[in-house]
Nanobody
Framework: QVQLVEAGGGLMQAGDSLRLSCAAA??????????MGWFRQAPGKERESVAA????????YYTDSVKGRFTISRDNARNILYLQMNGLEPEDTAVYYC????????????????????WGQGTQVTVSS
């Protein structure tokens, strides 16, 4: 079983920066062996992949709308996944979730929500213009 807890959301203004974090824990669970992803869901819209990271951290994915603004990273020593968000736009308003697949060594980065089994509870990011 894996537990994921997101933090760092808030009410921001357009152009601001924000860093989300996702603390991972479980037993047995070796964070450094798992691909990770960030998703978001805005009201009335489907959950979409925002960024994803392979378990080796050698490969990343970003949806087009956040390329050049968002950066996904991980701290394997602390079991934390990050999403650095710069140049926030009102369109970034959503609940942000982190997720990880069922098994380790699934290379990734994975885009489809169906590739992920474990999800956090989400953190709200609201960007005003």
């Amino acid at each position: 079983q894996v537990q994921l807890v997101e933090a760092g959301g808030g009410l921001m203004q357009a152009g601001d920066s924000l860093r989300l974090s996702c603390a991972a824990a479980g037993r047995p669970f070796t964070f450094s062996h798992y691909a990770m992803g960030w998703f978001r869901q805005a009201p009335g819209k489907e959950r979409e992949s925002v960024a994803a990271l392979s378990w080796t951290s050698n490969s990343t994915y970003y949806t087009d709308s956040v390329k050049g603004r968002f950066t996904i990273s991980r701290d394997n020593a602390r079991n934390i996944l990050y999403l650095q968000m710069n140049g926030l736009e009102p369109e970034d308003t959503a609940v942000y979730y982190c997720a990880t697949p069922k098994s380790p060594y699934e290379l990734g980065p994975h885009v489809l929500p169906t590739k992920y089994l474990y999800w956090g509870q989400g953190t709200q990011v609201t960007v005003s213009s």
